[in-house]
């Protein structure tokens, strides 16, 4: 998790003992996500159904990385449901821009 590491030396105290000064300095991971949740999807009659039938999907690992391939294969299925259901809504929303 560290890229780097160091370790020096501080000035000897009253006691006779050197201090240590360990500094780590850890990778800074930021993104964008660029999901983008519309309420369209919220006020679909058949919303519930396809909630429903793509978020049951079994996936057997640790609880982390359960929810991660869940929603990851949830999110491929959102994208293929808007498509059919709502066409290219991001154009339509990129051209109201």
Request: aromatic share 18%.
């Amino acid at each position: 998790m560290c890229k780097s590491t160091s370790c020096s030396t501080l000035l000897k105290t009253i006691s006779g003992h050197y201090p240590l000064l360990l500094e780590f300095k850890t990778f800074e991971v930021s993104f964008a996500s660029n999901f983008k949740f519309y309420r369209m999807w919220a006020l679909h009659n058949d919303r519930n159904e396809f909630i429903f039938t793509n978020w049951i999907k079994r996936v057997i690992g640790c609880p982390m990385f359960v929810l991660i391939t869940t929603l990851k294969t949830f999110k491929d299925r959102l994208k293929v449901w808007n498509s059919i259901v709502f066409g290219k809504v991001y154009n339509y929303v990129k051209d109201a821009d």
